[in-house]
């Protein structure tokens, strides 16, 4: 979609335009429910929280600052959206502080070739906790300050968080029988696209030179 495109559709959807909204939400569809994905347990519960993303879209628009980029801003809603739920619905307790946890190692990963798919449904089995802060770490880029500040935790339970994600993700890793034609998770991948993540770039995530 071109830009002069999109901001029509935005015009029409800060005059409440229901066709407007429709299209947006089509066009978009695929961007927002990768990022809501990441954050959930699967499909089902991904869908209620991009809708009540969208509709914080549509309810705020005339908002948008054309000048910026517009997936931009859809993604940060998204992930607010993402965070919301797991902050008002599931309430998991987080784990005891370590203060020196970036001190830690834990070895590098065994050299699998993952796809999207394989990545995203590992993911998907961490708890809540662990979950939301390698997303907001690992893949979004924020800080454990930052991180601590969005989900009203400190620092150093962010990095421990962190850490017990990653050494599960090893675990699921070395555990997982992957033939070369990877393995089938059972995630319909319908309209999933790979959202702020370089597919040839996998392994670095879980990486110590993945992540900062």
């Known amino acids: 979609m071109g830009d002069e495109d999109l901001h029509e559709l935005i015009k029409g959807c800060i005059k409440q335009d229901r066709e407007s909204q429709k299209l947006l939400y089509r066009a978009f569809y695929g961007f927002a429910m990768g990022i809501c994905l990441r954050y959930t347990n699967d499909r089902d519960e991904a869908s209620g929280v991009m809708n009540q993303g969208f509709f914080k879209v549509f309810t705020h628009i005339d908002s948008f600052d054309t000048a910026r980029p517009f997936k931009a801003w859809l993604g940060r809603i998204m992930m607010n959206a993402s965070i919301d739920y797991y902050r008002s619905n599931l309430k998991m307790a987080y784990t005891d502080d370590l203060d020196k946890v970036e001190h830690l190692s834990d070895g590098e990963l065994p050299d699998r070739n993952l ?98």
């Not at 992957?178 to 319909?188: E, Q, S």
Request: hydrophobic letters at 40%; a positive charge.
């Open 115 to 212: 796809n999207y798919n394989d990545l995203l449904a590992m993911v998907q089995q961490l708890p809540p906790a662990y979950r939301t802060v390698f997303n907001l770490f690992a893949i979004e880029g924020y800080s454990h300050e930052e991180i601590a500040i969005m989900l009203g935790i400190n620092a150093g339970t962010s990095k421990s968080n962190l850490h017990k994600a990653r050494l599960k993700l090893k675990k699921m890793i070395l555990e997982a029988d992957l033939p070369d034609t990877h393995t089938n998770y059972n995630i319909k991948t319908d309209y999933i696209p790979i959202v702020a993540l370089n597919a040839n770039n996998i392994q670095g995530v879980f990486s110590n030179r993945g992540i900062r």
